[in-house]
């Protein structure tokens, strides 16, 4: 196929800022580092392309009018058919560890990176997912499916909704180019956006191979774009090694209170900014279970759900590893990473599930309370979000005679009765040691507690839908999840347990 076009620069427009597509000019970012960080090529072609879904609140970023998302050159522009003004299309190198083996060299394998826009929060690097083989393919055929386009889309946009650090998805691009997984699927491209996509795998790639010099490049060229304050240090790699380990364990944190599992935290999937990054075969926890593994694919559990801060912790150490020769000894690198993680993921968690518990102030027993509030839902397998939810709607006191009554959003989510009662006895108690106040309080516990998270079987209806060529579920369920605190009372549905015909349902790599 022939290389993509590339789009007319125009004067932009007044308002928002750019509202032709034609405006929307790039530069380069990551395209200036050393040849030997990336390898240059253009985007294979899409045959056909069309529009399957797009988030305004992305466009919005990328300061593009959202009505642009239904202009008619919109499909073959975030297909890669053709490419913005200053777009230098690039494949990235890195390398890292799965499943807690040495990989050695991977890279984008299915990514075009074009470049970056100024953002109103600064720069925003745009990336197309599924856009052909590069160099780092490794014999596959560099695309993405439909089906795992779809759920990306929905669960980036999904997480920055519920405030989690996260990637952004602009667009999901369809065809009819057949694509052969387990089995024969439709290609689609998803557009990525986020300030960057460096990994913990791209530093641990130039200190497999000794190259201390393109491991200080590439050091230097995070902290001077992302974390200029961090040059006033005394040591400015051990700082950056010290912010990435507290920005690391703030995320997880958020990871584990809004119940997502990533399903693949190799260490080549994860963000140096402390980003959620590459939705493969993810999950929300649903009926609740500690073990629970969302990856079919994890045949050992290693990336069940409370591992993940293990595990965090873990690839802190192999990064802190890679940076060892621009920092010093290795015990220091331990100590830094030890000192920074586990109180970031400590304060982020408790403070997270004080606010799903609707508490304005810390006491020294709310540990207790909450572990005895994971030991009810881990005995219960209750619903995650639903029991959060229920708890949200109700009452400080209640007359034992009305217990029943009052508390069924709850009470009902458990055969064991009697040990939710016994828990709600104790978190009552909490909440009037600090005189709290019904309804200021449930406000508050509903601005933090979903009504709507990416169920599987929510995704999976949107793409069984999409691939008849009805692409309204996919529009449905990103209504709910851009305000998953909202009721959105005529698609109440998508906040339902999972029907029967879901009960089988797993995700895997291929994902």
């Not at 083996?101 to 394998?109: E, K, P, S, Y």
């Not at 052969?180 to 200190?207: D, K, M, N």
């Not at 995070?222 to 912010?243: H, K, N, S």
Request: hydrophobic share 45%.
């Amino acid at each position: 196929m022939a290389a993509p076009a590339v789009l007319t620069h125009m004067a932009l427009s007044p308002g928002i800022r750019f509202q032709r597509l034609d405006a929307l000019r790039l530069s380069a970012g990551f395209a200036r580092l050393p040849a030997a960080f990336h390898t240059r090529l253009p985007p294979t072609p899409l045959p056909a392309p069309y529009l399957v879904a797009g988030s305004a609140d992305a466009a919005v970023l990328l300061g593009l009018d959202p009505e642009l998302i239904d202009h008619p050159d919109f499909p073959a522009l975030f297909a890669g058919n053709c490419l913005p003004a200053g777009a230098e299309p690039l494949a990235a190198v890195y390398s890292g560890h799965q499943f807690g083996v040495w990989a050695g060299q991977l890279g984008d394998g299915r990514a075009h990176l074009l470049g970056e826009v100024e953002s109103a929060a600064g720069p925003l690097e745009i990336q197309l997912k599924g856009a052909g083989p590069t160099p780092y393919s490794r014999f596959a055929d560099g695309r993405a499916v439909l089906r795992s386009s779809i759920r990306e889309f929905l669960a980036s946009e999904a997480m920055a909704a519920l405030g989690v650090p996260t990637t952004r998805a602009l667009c999901v691009i369809g065809s009819a180019a057949p694509v052969q997984r387990e089995t024969r699927e439709t290609a689609a491209v998803v557009t990525r956006l986020a300030p960057s996509f460096v990994r913990f795998g791209s530093f641990e790639h130039w200190h497999a191979q000794d190259r201390t010099a393109e491991l200080r490049t590439l050091a230097d060229h995070v902290i001077d774009r992302f974390r200029p304050a961090l040059r006033e240090a005394a040591q400015p790699y051990a700082a950056f090694l010290t912010d990435v380990a507290r920005r690391t364990g703030e995320l997880i944190a958020h990871w584990q209170a809004v119940g997502f599992m990533h399903g693949v935290m190799n260490t080549d999937n994860m963000s140096i900014l402390g980003l959620t990054l590459d939705y493969g075969p993810f999950g929300f926890m649903e009926a609740f279970d500690a073990g629970h593994i969302c990856n079919h694919s994890d045949h050992t559990g290693r990336y069940q759900y409370r591992a993940q801060p293990r595990v965090a912790y873990w690839n802190l150490y192999v990064l802190g590893d890679a940076l060892s020769p621009l920092i010093g000894r290795p015990e220091l690198v331990k100590d830094l990473v030890d000192a920074a993680f586990p109180p970031a993921f400590e304060a982020t968690f408790m403070q997270s599930m004080r606010a799903k518990l609707g508490l304005a102030t810390a006491r020294e027993d709310d540990a207790e309370l909450i572990d005895a509030l994971f030991g009810l839902l881990q005995a219960g397998r209750a619903d995650y979000p639903l029991f959060f939810r229920g708890l949200s709607q109700l009452p400080g006191t209640v007359e034992p005679a009305a217990r029943g009554r009052v508390d069924a959003p709850v009470r009902d989510l458990f055969l064991d009765r009697p040990r939710c009662d016994a828990f709600l006895v104790r978190w009552r108690a909490r909440l009037a040691a600090e005189g709290s106040v019904d309804a200021e309080r449930q406000a508050a516990m509903r601005a933090v507690n979903p009504r709507y998270v990416l169920r599987n079987w929510v995704a999976e209806a949107a793409i069984r839908r999409a691939r008849e060529g009805d692409f309204g579920g996919v529009a449905e369920v990103l209504t709910c999840l851009r305000r998953p605190f909202d009721e959105h009372p005529w698609l109440a549905h998508y906040a339902a347990p999972p029907p029967d015909w879901a009960a089988g349902l797993s995700v895997s790599c291929s994902s």
